[in-house]
């Protein structure tokens, strides 16, 4: 795994091309620096997202 990059800590993430999957609709992906689970916007733009098991998030079970 690489340290993470500056540009991780401003929110310009860069998405690993070998992690990027259909998801809802979308795309989703993983910081190719940091790891950090990535969302693809409307506009292409790639943004960080809350992990799906994230603390504090509510199950529908």
Excluded: N, V
Excluded at 26 to 53: K, N, V
Excluded at 55 to 61: K, N, V, Y
């Amino acid at each position: 795994m690489k340290l993470m990059s500056i540009a991780c800590l401003f929110g310009h993430h860069r998405p690993s091309l070998q992690s990027i999957t259909r998801r809802q609709g979308g795309y989703a992906a993983f910081c190719e620096s940091c790891a950090r689970p990535l969302e693809r916007s409307a506009e292409g733009r790639w943004r960080a997202s809350e992990p799906l098991d994230a603390p504090g998030s509510q199950s529908i079970a």
